[in-house]
């Protein structure tokens, strides 16, 4: 069975090494998915593709992802935990260098599903790592320093990529990250601790978890919270650009401004989170559901748009640290498969969610779409409720 809350490392020092490692590693899968939202036209230049081809290069990473944080796990057996991760390092930095050489748009997009299958490899097998690595106690925290690599890929990783491309191009901009990550690759191969498992997880062990009243509830909640918020977050720049009349260096301005807002999430996740989940599960849709209404009835105002999407940005990264810690706490029996669960109904939410609302924004506009996001948010609050039909048994 796998061992959970166990510090394997016999030195402090070195396990708190190893949380970093992920933090770096965090920060470069988020940069290394999100980065063509910033050089989108000069891909598709360059590899003589259209912008809506290009633009296919950020979703058929999701894609990927979603499939592979359902297979990892079954199909890792019991491979040791720390080769795992080493090996989806190592596949970012493959797919980076793909990135970079491709000569055509067939090559961009192998590259990307190897990265996505990167994304959700790591995220499904993050959560009981982080389990294995820290004390009970300091999970929510652990957590807080993997998701503040998150923070700082979201804050900086579009506005440098953007800059950046237009120094050295956008192959250029790949390149950089390449040698980063082979450190991060080094760095984890000396910190990483030897993580085996003697239990073979299958397909009919994550059924069994739905079968659970309080995870499947807690799943769909997740959903709906995450499809709510990133049916709005895909399509900012159309709300500003319509409704605050904002130019580029707004757009930008704005962006940062969400982006920093986030490591202030991180701290209250890791400050709060292990003694108050369901409270962050309660607060984050209720915040974002009224922070998106404002957006709604406030577009006049630069000063307030702003204090709301900072607001947001808050909440973005504290709602993925407290349904970590919640999934610590609730399924600890059985991380790797509720994980694999969670990564994948995360990234389907967000693929969802950017769909749904590109449908509302073509059909109705960005207020409808807005809309939309209130509802979802709001749909995950309701299914949280109090608190105790998430909660295992036990717990309550």
């Known amino acids: 069975m796998n061992r959970t809350h166990q510090n394997d490392n016999s030195n402090k020092a070195g396990y708190w090494s190893a949380v970093f490692s992920m933090t770096l590693c965090v920060a470069m899968l988020i940069a290394s998915e999100f980065m063509p939202v910033s050089l989108l036209t000069p891909i598709a230049d360059g590899l003589d593709a259209t912008?809506?081809?290009?633009?296919?290069?950020?979703?058929?990473?999701?894609?990927?992802?979603?499939?592979?944080?359902?297979?990892?796990?079954?199909?890792?057996?019991?491979?040791?935990?720390k080769w795992v991760l080493l090996a989806m390092t190592g596949c970012m930095l493959l797919?980076?260098?793909?990135?970079?050489?491709?000569?055509?748009?067939?090559?961009?997009?192998?590259?990307?599903a190897l990265l996505g299958i990167c994304v959700g490899g790591f995220w499904s097998l993050a959560t009981a790592v982080i389990m294995r690595l820290?004390?009970?106690?300091?999970?929510?925290?652990?957590?807080?320093?993997?998701?503040?690599?998150?923070?700082?890929?979201?804050?900086?990783?579009?506005?440098?990529?953007?800059?950046?491309?237009?120094?050295?191009?956008?192959?250029?901009?790949?390149?950089?990250?390449?040698?980063?990550?082979?450190?991060?690759?080094?760095?984890?191969?000396?910190?990483?601790?030897?993580?085996?498992?003697?239990?073979?997880?299958g397909f009919g062990e994550m059924f069994g978890l739905l079968k659970r009243g309080y995870f499947a509830r807690g799943i769909t909640a997740s959903i709906c919270v995450y499809a709510g918020a990133f049916a709005m977050f895909t399509y900012l720049r159309p709300y500003i650009e319509s409704e605050v009349k904002g130019d580029v260096l707004l757009l930008t301005f704005l962006l940062?401004?969400?982006?920093?807002?986030?490591?202030?999430?991180?701290?209250?996740?890791?400050?709060?989170?292990?003694?108050?989940?369901?409270?962050?599960?309660?607060?984050?849709?209720?915040?974002?559901?009224?922070?998106?209404?404002?957006?709604?009835?406030?577009?006049?105002?630069v000063f307030m748009v702003g204090v709301l999407l900072a607001l947001w940005g808050i909440c973005n990264t504290a709602m993925s640290i407290g349904w970590m810690t919640w999934l610590s706490q609730n399924v600890d029996d059985a991380p790797e498969a509720a994980g694999s669960i969670i990564v994948a109904a995360i990234q389907a939410a967000i693929l969802f969610g950017a769909a749904a609302g590109g449908v509302l924004l073509d059909g109705f506009g960005i207020n409808v779409t807005f809309a939309g996001s209130v509802v979802l948010t709001l749909v995950s609050l309701c299914l949280v409720g109090s608190g105790r039909g998430v909660l295992k048994p036990q717990a309550e």
Do not use: C, E
């Open 51 to 81: 912008k809506g081809q290009a633009g296919q290069a950020i979703s058929v990473s999701g894609f990927f992802a979603v499939v592979a944080s359902l297979l990892t796990s079954t199909v890792a057996g019991k491979l040791n935990r």
């Open 134 to 201: 820290v004390p009970a106690d300091s999970v929510s925290k652990a957590l807080a320093i993997m998701y503040s690599g998150q923070a700082v890929a979201a804050a900086f990783a579009a506005p440098l990529g953007s800059y950046m491309g237009d120094l050295i191009g956008w192959r250029g901009v790949f390149w950089v990250l390449v040698p980063v990550v082979a450190v991060n690759l080094i760095w984890q191969m000396i910190s990483l601790p030897s993580m085996p498992t003697d239990k073979k997880q």
């Open 256 to 301: 940062l401004l969400l982006g920093v807002a986030g490591f202030v999430g991180t701290w209250l996740g890791g400050k709060f989170a292990n003694d108050h989940a369901v409270r962050f599960l309660q607060g984050v849709p209720l915040v974002m559901s009224v922070v998106t209404a404002g957006l709604i009835g406030l577009s006049g105002s």
């Open 95 to 112: 797919s980076l260098v793909f990135i970079a050489l491709a000569p055509d748009f067939i090559m961009l997009m192998v590259a990307r």
